[in-house]
């Protein structure tokens, strides 16, 4: 019997004589697989007594007979109160689905998968340090395992195909090139090129062979790609498979898999990280603001600085031509922004991997919601109480049937505005529930007033015991509060800082997924009373401040969920009142300064006198502006018309200048009237929503570019990008959608007046231009009258 450590990098199972395994990959000097007998199991909500008659159930299943390996009674706490269950044992994790259908009593706990069942039972933190006896390979007894922060090596890649029909055919268009990099990089092709980075090979097998054994030099904990669950090693596998090459990391196999929409490859004895799956959840939740995730994009906002220019025709056309210098120097400088972004977030994924309990490879897949869900998983194997069952059906039907009422927005009056303030609630959501005990199991009926929390809805909430969800609530805002005290001791440069920072980002995500996650119709957690009580206490408590802001004095501008815009004189009046409004908020609450805004513009709704909710741009007392709402953060609107309001937006607000905003717009138009305009800047990019295959009535502008891409072989489907310039032929604008890679000309007066005005319209409205002058603004006698 030894005693060792090391960090507990991944997690499966094997079934060896009929009894299950745990397979953990643990990193000590290096990586070692390591085995730990476990049982896996589920529960029934059934008597004692029937142990004997359950024991001897049986069931044919592919060829061999099923049954229970034993059966044991056990205990959890549901609703706050304690229950006997029996505990059925199983051979392998594949036996619990069918011994589940096979129970007459009511099953819980069947649908947890082995890995989480064993971190959850042991209580293991994913990437942490183990400490543990082994006999040869076999663990005998784990003795702890702490959080740590690894030291994991790192491999980035990229592979490049041969794509005439644009999007290529695993079956049919070889891999031309795979780059790699980590300390160094390089590209392997079967071509020559002078490129001092490339190492030539014979042919495609060959190119397949040399990435694997230069994996296996490597020996990376850590595989980055960009897209590469859903494209790169898929394609790898299928190209492997075809032309007979060995797909060989080192005792590592590839293993698809899909959770929801996202789709994964995992590797047996290394961590795979997909990066394209992370900047979307990120981007999606707030912690990136950026208009779509294609690896230029990203790298564009997060490093300043892009992908190699080359159009997507010119690949294939290259590679034929026998010049291929240009295609390496793309597919080089997509691994290396690769590794630098995964670099970048890794300590994050680790971050959230740790505080949730759940593997990195899993994390790097899950929504906020699935993050959430983890954790509440594990602790309540801690607490001992029962998981809930994942709903299914009319039971989420009748759940999304019946939505929550959400936040109380006030709308702005449109207009410029001077010396704003904004005021956020710091986590409104979370502290509501923390404060109130919000959680399925303590809303009761029946209750004393004063043994309960009352909710606007009437709900009643016990004030005691704490509750699963705000008590693992309350333990991360307590823990990310005490971690921002530690950042603000520490250098920005250095690692530590950098190491807590990440984690602090990870809690904000987690703390704010709470409240979705329990109004989320698919949830196991999912409680209807405890979300509506939610948002009408936070709908409380914003009226009540802005109610209490303008008896002090200030002009209320705008107030939206947890957040306020106020018009000031003095900012020591500001800061005064938040300070009175903190003294009255329960404890877990607190009214923070976002920042104040020297000059703001509103926007109005088609129709309506009122503001349009979240349209607006504010200019920090630094100089940058905050835009909210406006086209050009949203990918359907051509880039012509996004820079000019943007333009526009900055005249107006760091220049006070109504002549220079007027200029701005004149000169987009003449641009256009004049043909000056880049196929590049008049692109919209829309999803489509409908297989383009698919036949129909009515065919919008993105479909007839669809069918246009279909006709020269280029394969689309729902949910597909499709980038279509506007040109001159056709009588409708779907006749005239083009796809921008054969687009030749363009409709200027559809620009004018279908992008760059609309896109303006509402701001220059705001100067004192009325909507009779505005519409004419696109016609060329209108334009000459209003220029002068």
Known sequence: MVKKKGYLLAINYIVRQGRTYASLLIKGKRSVKLYYQYDPYFLVDAPSSEIGKLSKIAVEKDGRVVRPLAIEQTERTVNLEKKKFLKVLCHSPADVPVLKHAIPYPAFEFDIPFAKRFIFD?????????????????????????????????????????????????????????????????????????????????????????????????????????????????????????????????????????????GGASLSDRIHVDLYPIIRLFGFIGVLKISDFTLDTVANEILGRGKVSISRENIWQSWD?????????????????????????????????????????????????????NLLMFHSVARNELIPTKPVGETIDERIANPIQGAFVKL?????????????????????????NIDPSSLVKGKRQAECHQSPTGAMFLKKPKALVPAVLEELIDFRAKLKKQLKTLDKGSGEFKILNARVQAIKILANSFYGYIAYARSRWYCRECGESVTAWGRKYIQETMEKAEKAGFT????????????????????????KINKELPEKMELELEGFYPRGVFVSKKSEEKGAKKKYALLGEDGKIKIRGFELVRRDWSPIAKETQYKVLEAILKKGSEQNAIAIVRDAIERLRKGNVKMEELAIVTQLNKDPRGGYEVISPELAAAKKLLARGVPLEKGSLVSYVIGKSGSSISEKAVPLEVAKDYDADYYINNQVLPAVMKILKELGYDEHQLKGFGKQKSLDSFFG
Do not use: W
């Open 122 to 262: 042991f209580q293991l933190t994913p990437n942490g340090l183990m400490r543990y006896e082994r006999q040869g390979r076999l663990i005998t007894k784990i003795l702890s395992c702490e959080p740590a922060t690894p030291n994991l090596r790192a491999l980035a890649f990229d592979i490049e195909t041969y794509n005439p029909l644009g999007t290529p055919r695993p079956k049919k268009d070889p891999i031309l090139m795979i780059s790699y990099a980590n300390s160094k990089s390089g590209v392997i092709t079967y071509k020559k090129c002078s490129n001092k980075n490339t190492e030539i090979v014979a042919n495609e097998k060959e190119l397949i062979e040399r990435f694997c054994e230069i994996v296996r030099e490597a020996d990376p904990d850590i595989l980055f790609g960009y897209n590469s669950g859903n494209f790169d090693l898929p394609y790898l596998l299928e190209r492997a498979k075809i032309i007979g090459a060995k797909l060989d990391f080192g005792k590592t196999k590839i293993n698809l898999t899909r959770k929801g929409m996202i």
């Open 321 to 373: 031509s026998g010049n291929i210098e240009d295609v390496v120097s793309y597919s080089l400088v997509d691994a290396q922004l690769t590794m630098e972004i995964g670099k970048l977030y890794l300590p994050l994924e680790l971050e959230l991997s740790s505080i949730t309990k759940q593997q990195l490879f899993d994390t790097t897949l899950s929504t906020s919601g699935q993050l959430v869900e």
């Open 412 to 436: 702005p009056q449109p207009g410029i505005y001077e010396n704003i303030a904004v005021l956020d609630f710091r986590s409104l959501y979370p502290s509501i529930i923390v404060s109130f």
């Open 556 to 579: 209320v501008l705008y107030g939206d969920t947890d957040s306020i815009m106020l018009v000031y004189k003095k900012k020591e009046d500001v800061l005064d009142f938040m300070e």
